[in-house]
Nanobody, 127 residues
């Protein structure tokens, strides 16, 4: 059984909107922050946005700022990524991930500091 499960990906036209969801298993005992990363084919995995679990503070990459919004529902153990004004360059597999313990803000923007990862959900934006 998977510890994180993403859903909501699909095919949309440029300028459209899409919302991704990620459910986190209770088997993960600690959760300081959750993040969304994306990886286009043949490219490195890159940061999209992160939200701290208890406080709800957010950080987003400049490439999506003003277009994407990250949020979490503690009761549902779920994190969301609301995406609008989608562009072809947003096409990628989107992954959600968990940082178990407190860490510096700058590390929340780097994939190597995350402890758990989902399988990903494909987002394709057509011109």
């Amino acid at each position: 059984q998977e510890l994180l499960v993403e859903s909501g990906g699909g095919l949309v036209q440029a300028g459209g909107s899409l919302t991704l969801s990620c459910v986190v298993s209770r088997s993960i005992a600690r959760n300081f922050a959750m993040g969304w990363f994306r990886q286009a084919h043949g490219k490195e995995r890159e940061f999209v946005a992160t939200v701290t679990w208890v406080i709800g503070s957010t950080i987003s990459d400049d490439s999506v700022k003003g277009r994407f919004t990250i949020s979490r529902d503690i009761a549902k153990n779920t994190v969301y990524l609301q995406m609008s004004d989608l562009k072809p360059e947003d096409t990628a597999i989107y992954y959600c991930a968990v940082v178990a313990d407190w860490t510096f803000d700058e590390r929340l923007k780097q994939a190597r500091y995350y402890n758990y990862w989902g399988q990903g959900t494909q987002v394709t934006v057509s011109s």
